[in-house]
Every structure is written in structure tokens, then in C-alpha cells.
């Protein structure tokens, strides 16, 4: 039963989604190794732009309407590294909420694309 469905209704819909990126986002802010890059930033504005992001792209009725990402990002002094602890902030995430190998796998290979336009080279 489960097969036909999109990511977004077997993460669980918008609440689910909502509950990722809060918790992704407070590991998110206690990461030393990344958090320098949010000193200002409006956690509210910037959570709710993610769980469209996410919402939009693993198939929910939402649409994303914040800054493509390489215009985002542009210019912020992103390298690999950072790029690979926000990774593992979000893996800790997804372990917590028991979100099975198959989702995480699918999530992964939604964002792993982006990752030119984040990173600098
Ligand atoms: C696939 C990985 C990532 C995704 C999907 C993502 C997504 C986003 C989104 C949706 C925004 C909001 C854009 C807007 O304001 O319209 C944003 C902003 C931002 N991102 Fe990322 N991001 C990723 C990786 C990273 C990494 C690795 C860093 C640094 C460690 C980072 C740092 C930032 C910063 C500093 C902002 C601006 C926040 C603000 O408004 O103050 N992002 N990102």
C-alpha cells in the first residue's frame, strides 16, 4: 500500500515534515562546526521556508517560493565540510523520528543535487 505513494505522504504530510525541520533546525543551531552561518538569521521565516521546500519537493501540495539556492547561498563561504555536518545534523534527525532507510535514502537523493549550487568551489 505504501509503494504508490509519494515521499511526502510516507514521511508522514506537513506535520511530519514541520517536526523534521524543527528538530533539524535546533541541530542545526547547537552545531558549532555551522551555526556561525545563521547568527542572523529569523529561525521562523527560514524554518518555514524549508518544510515548503521539503513539502514541494518530495511531492505535497505546497509551493516553495524562497530563493533558488545557489542565490541563497552565493557568496556565504559554504565549503564541503559544512555542507557534510549539516548532512549529519539532518541523518540525526531522521534517526530520531525512526523515518525508515528507504525515506532517508529518497530524502538524501532529493538535496544531494543542490549541492553544486551550496557549495563553493
Ligand atoms: C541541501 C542542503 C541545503 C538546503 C536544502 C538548504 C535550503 C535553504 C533554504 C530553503 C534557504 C532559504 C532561502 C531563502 O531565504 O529564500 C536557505 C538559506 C540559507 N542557508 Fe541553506 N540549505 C542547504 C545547505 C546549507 C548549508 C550546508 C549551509 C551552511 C552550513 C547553509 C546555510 C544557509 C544560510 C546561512 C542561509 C540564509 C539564512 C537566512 O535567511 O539568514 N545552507 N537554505
Known sequence: AEAGKSLYERLGGRPAIVAVVDDFVANVAADKRINGF???T???SFKAKLVDQLCAGTGGPCVYTGKDMKTAHQGRGIHEEHFAALVEDLDRTLAKFKVPAREQK?????????KPDIVEK
Not at 529518497?106 to 543542490?114: D, G, S, T, V
Request: proline letters at 7%; hydrophobic letters at 65%; a neutral charge.
Open 38 to 40: 545563521f547568527a542572523k
Open 42 to 44: 529569523d529561525a521562523k
Open 106 to 114: 529518497e530524502l538524501l537523493a532529493i538535496l544531494a543535487p543542490m
